[in-house]
């Protein structure tokens, strides 16, 4: 059985989402993404400033299987990003819904949330999908 925690949201390339209240989200991969990648020994993360469209490739986790692009599952300004993956990339593999978050987005279309799934959607389809 995966881990999905509820109260986030999923997108179907295997990227979670927590928003906050002022309208920041919060993305990183899920813990199922990161068991099948195996060992990240590399993240590259968008620089704060960049503008990102959701479904768009921003960012990259290299593992020693394969290099996997990270899709934003939501549009607008990148506004943080989690630096100590520079040097620990493993922290994605510890803790990919805590610490492993990779960065942080000010939402410009918060409706783009609606066609993310939810927990229960999102461990369906990963019982059933492989990156």
């Known amino acids: 059985m995966i881990n999905v925690p509820t109260g986030l949201k999923y997108s179907n390339s295997h990227e979670w989402v927590s928003v906050s ?15 099948l990648l195996g060992d990240l020994v590399f993240v590259e993360i968008p620089e704060e400033g960049t503008n990102v ?3 768009e490739a921003c960012a990259v986790v290299e593992s020693v299987k394969a290099a996997s ?3 934003s599952p939501v549009s607008g300004e990148v506004v943080g990003r989690n630096e100590a993956l520079e040097d620990a990339p493993e922290q994605i593999n510890q803790d990919a819904f805590g610490e492993g978050w990779i960065f942080r987005v000010q939402m410009t279309d918060p409706s783009e949330l609606e066609a993310l799934m939810d927990s229960e959607d999102y461990a369906d389809m990963a019982a059933t999908d492989s990156l």
């Open 69 to 71: 692009d990270v899709y």
């Open 53 to 55: 469209s959701a479904g």
């Open 21 to 35: 209240d002022d309208g920041i989200a919060t993305i990183g991969i899920t813990e199922h993404a990161q068991e």
